[in-house]
Antibody
Framework: EVQLVEAGGALAQPGGSLRLSCAAS????????MYWVRRAPGKGLEWVAG????????DYGDSVKGRFTVSRDNARNSLYLQMNSLRPEDAAFYYC???????????????WGQGTLVTVSS | SYVLTQPPSVSVAPGETARITCGGN??????VHWYQQKPGQAPVLAIY???DRPSGIPERFSGSNSGNMATLTISRVEAGDEADYYC???????????FGGGTRLTVL
């Protein structure tokens, strides 16, 4: 059974940093691209970042580009999101998600974790 | 940038058919995927490549895509179908995965 478990959400101050992690199990992690998507309270889903299985293809949503960094450790079956220069509008549930297709970036988010909550406030 | 437009809400009675639309410029030329998110739960892939259903998704869920509109159709709606539904496409120009604003389905 595929499981994705996010961690690291917390209260951060504006301008501060957080590092989110996503522990994956139930599938061959290093065969699949992975993604971060967020949902702010009262808002819809927003694309944050994506990383290919080999880490050679990485992209970001406009609102986080230059501030957030996605990475993965295939040996640890883990996905990460380093969040710097946090803003109040970054407050949201952050979900990690697995791509549907092996060795590609189909952009289809087949399985999602339960999410971790990031709050940004002074 | 590419924009996907969904109605904020759709309401139907149990047993009726719900149609949730996703409008975009020439969206029929793109692949559309749909996600269901129930309150307090993670999103779930409901339809991919316009009309394919992942295992575990009831046959009552179907999709279509043509011209400037994609549609998620839920037949014989049940109370358990109440959720927010999001369409998603891949914009090949920006390489962004774009979500629609979401539609809240209410079962009366």
């Amino acid at each position: 059974e595929v499981q994705l478990v996010e961690a690291g959400g917390a209260l951060a101050q504006p301008g501060g940093s957080l590092r989110l992690s996503c522990a994956a199990s139930g599938f061959t992690f290093d065969d699949y691209a992975m993604y971060w998507v967020r949902r702010a309270p009262g808002k819809g889903l927003e694309w944050v970042a994506g990383i290919s299985w080999s880490s050679d293809n990485i992209d970001y949503g406009d609102s986080v580009k230059g501030r957030f960094t996605v990475s993965r450790d295939n040996a640890r079956n883990s996905l990460y999101l380093q969040m710097n220069s946090l803003r109040p509008e970054d407050a949201a549930f952050y979900y990690c998600a697995k791509d549907m297709e092996k060795f590609g970036m189909s952009k289809i988010l087949e399985f999602w974790g339960q999410g971790t909550l990031v709050t940004v406030s002074s | 940038s590419y924009v996907l437009t969904q109605p904020p809400s759709v309401s139907v009675a149990p047993g009726e058919t719900a149609r949730i639309t996703c409008g975009g410029n020439n969206i029929g030329s793109k692949s559309v995927h749909w996600y269901q998110q129930k309150p307090g739960q993670a999103p779930v892939l409901a339809i991919y490549y316009d009309r394919d259903r992942p295992s575990g998704i009831p046959e009552r869920f179907s999709g279509s895509n043509s011209g400037n509109m994609a549609t998620l159709t839920i037949s014989r709606v049940e109370a358990g179908d109440e959720a927010d539904y999001y369409c998603q496409v891949w914009d090949t120009i920006t390489d962004y995965r774009i979500f629609g604003g979401g539609t809240r389905l209410t079962v009366l």
